[in-house]
């Protein structure tokens, strides 16, 4: 019965682990299931993006909706648009992050970004 004991204690600690460690992590603050990490960060950004389209875009002329047009001609818009609106680098980059995830014909799905290799040309 001895030598039982420790495999025995073993099997029960694990077991237990494997309950409670789950059930802790679903109780931390800013987990949710389904999202890793990064989620929140791309969300944030594209919040951000819409936030300067928004404020900057919409002082000369209406907002367009994002799906209006596909990630091809976004990126020509925002190219003739960047130096009249003045924006920086990282406005240009939110700004364009919003747009093409949002895009008629964006690929990624909702909160996610659109990377520059997934633009046809």
């Known amino acids: 019965m001895w030598p039982r004991l420790p495999h ?10 494997a309950i409670v ?7 931390s603050p ?3 299931a389904g999202r890793t990490p990064g989620d929140e960060e791309v969300a944030d950004s594209l919040a951000r993006g819409e936030e300067l389209y928004t404020e900057k875009c919409s002082g000369c002329h209406r907002l367009y909706r994002p799906k209006r047009f596909k990630r091809a001609r976004w990126e020509r ?3 003739d648009m960047k130096p009249q609106a003045k924006l920086t680098q990282p406005e240009y980059e939110y700004i364009r992050s919003f747009l093409l995830s949002r895009s008629r014909d964006a690929t990624a799905g909702p909160g996610e970004e659109v990377r520059p290799e997934e633009i046809a040309q």
């Open 8 to 17: 025995t204690l073993l099997v029960i600690a694990g077991t237990g682990l």
């Open 21 to 27: 460690v789950p059930f802790l992590l679903s109780t």
């Open 30 to 32: 800013g987990y949710s």
């Open 77 to 79: 818009v925002l190219m």
